[in-house]
């Protein structure tokens, strides 16, 4: 029994080997790896949007992460506004078309841009998401993002920290509503919240991801609610927008404001006491990990895991810290290792 | 007005319109439809007062002037291209680009304010020529040529800033956009700079009764010997420079040159055109018309922050806005014309 059971599994596995071999042989032939591949590889890297330095400093991980690996080519292509979804999904195929051996991308839109995960694994191209991932996410596709839920839940305590037991009122600025990013830090944040019975949100007015728009909206919220104590804008044009509005009412410092991102206006913001908070993200680190482990997938086949690539809390007090500048200039010399987990 | 339209200004019969001669018939239409657009402000005015207790504060009031000054301005500049049945889609783009190449003028050349802001006017205004040179002399279609001048000033603006904000301005730069003298905001005193100038240029010059003459009828204006190509090629370019101008009131008033500015603004400019009672066919369009429809879109937007209605609402009132004043100017026009006939 035991000698017909070994000689079944023998064959078993001859026979993976052999359709393994002709899949690898197959898909040498069609360009695409399925199995592994050897020699240069060009790997698509997609922001959502090309701008903000958000997706600059992926970018930076991105090439960081080629540049230490022999014969690995990034191709760094975004649409212009992080709203035009139909005009990523049109990208990501050309790319796919064009037969780049993986895709790392963040999409703009959960369930649209799931189609394109989709028609990538059919053409046997390995993907991997960063900051933004599809709904449902297959499992073979991992993300490389920050956990905005778990991370919009320690906005509400940074505000009640800073407003004490009176508590008070609060604005939220969201950026663009369906985006995966978006929502979930409204949902943290809204979690955050029950918390705090002290604070009330009395205002919730999207900046649509631009600085004027950030910048009338807070204006306007200023205006119903002169004695706002605090607001949370959710994303970097907004912080901008937001800061600038409240510096211009002559309430710069009197209003607590947390913020999205790290751009060198916001970290200005920080260090001249406008700006009371900062959650940051490791963009970098997305960009790195997410095109190192797409060169091990293509090379060696391993299967990657997600990963949360984790958020910094930058006040005035730590932002001179060593650590904290390299999360808030990243460059290849000095990766920014803060934030795990 | 020595236009021809006086000689068979006197038809008989009918109401008190056609009585008229036709050029004060012509001037009714539009004060007519102006009411319309004005009446529809005032609605909104008094219906905030009442809906807001912050609404008429003298804050508020010069708040939503300043913010605006961007649409206005460049609003303006779109009634002139529309009088003469054209349209320019690039004004969003290029105050964008007019935005960041002033500001990489002053952050990264350092030249001073003034220069650098006349820099962002010449930007605008090359485009402008460009556009006016393809339209008259390439034979293209407004509509084509602008749509083209869209894509060139974003892919300029993409490559010049890799997509980044420029940062960095001079404090000085902050008071086109945030200065105020008394209690005027300074991007409120360039509206009615702007507005005064160009209701002379429309009312009392060649430049303006050319512009309705090409508008009316095309035909008519080039056997009356006007010199079609130099008036059109004129038009574009003051409205590219005042989309310049805008583009450098929106960066002055972030204090940065943000490459996402923009996107969409077009629709907002043409709307308030139209709203003031612009016909795109031509030959319709006053100063004072686009004036009312800049301020009712920015009132109820200012409106729907104040109340904390949603955005999506906001879109949905504004294009319903559009519908009724264009509906609205079609029904009185009707009216006037079944008068004179």
Not at chain 1, 94 to 110: E, H, I, K, Q, R
Not at chain 2, 213 to 233: F, H, K, M
Not at chain 2, 281 to 302: C, D, E, K, S
Not at chain 2, 305 to 323: A, K
Request: with cysteine.
């Amino acid at each position: 029994m035991k000698q017909r059971a070994l000689a079944i599994g023998i064959a078993l596995v001859a026979l993976g080997a052999v359709i393994a071999g002709c899949g690898a042989e197959t898909h040498k032939s069609g360009g695409s790896s399925g199995g592994t591949k050897q020699g240069a590889i060009r790997i698509a890297v997609v922001p959502k949007a090309v701008g903000f330095s958000f997706w600059e400093d992926a970018h930076k991980g991105a090439t960081c992460a080629a540049s230490k690996q022999k014969d690995v080519k990034v191709q760094w292509d975004g649409v212009s506004a992080e709203t035009d979804v139909s005009g990523q999904v049109d990208l990501l195929q050309n790319f796919l078309t064009s037969g780049v051996d993986g895709l790392v991308y963040a999409a703009t839109d959960a369930k649209t841009l799931f189609n394109v995960t989709k028609q990538a694994i059919s053409k046997k191209t390995p993907v991997v998401n960063i900051d933004s991932g599809t709904n449902p996410q297959p499992k073979e596709v991992p993300v490389y993002a920050t956990d905005n839920v778990q991370a919009a839940t320690k906005v509400p305590d940074l505000i009640a920290k800073q407003l004490g037991p009176q508590g008070g009122t609060v604005a939220f600025i969201p950026f663009q509503a369906g985006t995966v990013t978006n929502d979930q830090r409204t949902q943290g944040f809204k979690q955050g919240l029950k918390k705090h019975p002290e604070l009330k949100l009395v205002a919730t007015q999207s900046s649509q991801s631009d600085v004027n728009t950030g910048l009338r909206v807070t204006q306007d919220i200023l205006t119903a609610h002169p004695d706002l104590n605090a607001i949370f804008a959710a994303n970097e044009p907004g912080v901008i927008g937001a800061a600038q509005a409240v510096k211009q009412a002559g309430k710069a410092g009197k209003i607590t404001i947390v913020g999205w991102d790290a751009a060198s206006d916001e970290v200005k913001g920080v260090s001249d006491g406008e700006i009371t908070a900062l959650v940051v993200q490791n963009p970098f680190r997305m960009g790195y990990d997410a095109v190192t482990a797409m060169v091990k997938r293509i090379r060696k086949g391993t299967e990657p895991a997600s990963e949360d690539t984790g958020v910094t809390i930058v006040t005035k007090s730590n932002m001179n810290e060593p650590a904290v500048q390299a999360l808030l200039r990243p460059s290849c010399q000095t990766p920014p290792t803060l934030g795990s987990g | 007005m020595t236009s021809p339209a006086k000689a068979d200004g006197t038809a008989p019969g009918g109401g008190l319109a056609a009585r008229l001669p036709a050029g004060v018939r012509e001037r009714l239409t539009e004060t007519v439809s102006q009411v319309a657009a004005g009446g529809a402000l005032i609605v909104v005015f008094i219906y905030l007062s009442f809906a807001s207790p912050e609404f008429l504060t003298s804050d508020n009031l010069f708040n939503v002037g300043a913010q605006t000054a961007v649409t206005a301005i460049i609003a303006m500049g779109m009634t002139l291209v529309i009088i003469t049945a054209g349209i320019d889609l690039s004004v969003g783009a290029v105050a964008a680009l007019a935005g960041v190449i002033g500001a990489k003028a002053m952050s990264e050349l350092g030249i001073p304010v003034i220069p650098a802001i006349g820099l962002g006017v010449l930007t605008g205004a090359a485009a402008g020529v460009i556009n006016g040179v393809l339209i008259t002399w390439a034979g293209m279609a407004p509509f084509i040529a602008t749509l083209g001048m869209m894509s060139v000033a974003r892919g300029t603006l993409d490559i010049s800033t890799n997509a980044v904000a420029v940062f960095g301005l001079p404090d000085d730069f902050q008071l086109l956009g945030q200065g105020e003298i008394g209690p005027v905001p300074i991007p409120v005193i360039v509206i009615a700079v702007v507005a005064v100038i160009g209701h002379i240029v429309l009312t009392r010059t060649k430049l303006g009764r050319y512009s309705y003459a090409i508008g009316s009828n095309p035909e008519a204006a080039r056997l009356s010997g006007i010199p079609i190509r130099l008036y059109l090629t004129i038009v574009y370019t003051i409205c590219g420079a005042l989309a310049g101008l805008g583009g450098m009131i929106a960066a002055s008033r972030v204090s940065s040159g943000q490459p996402n500015f923009g996107i969409g603004l077009e629709l907002d400019v043409i709307a308030a055109a139209v709203i003031g009672g612009a016909s795109l066919f031509g030959g319709q369009g006053t100063i004072v018309g686009t004036l009312i429809g800049a301020f009712l879109i920015a009132l109820i937007r200012n409106g729907s922050v104040l109340l904390d209605i949603n955005i999506f609402v906001q879109s949905v009132v504004i294009g319903v806005v559009i519908w009724l004043a264009v509906i609205w100017d079609r029904f009185r026009r009707r009216k006037l014309q079944a008068g004179a006939a």
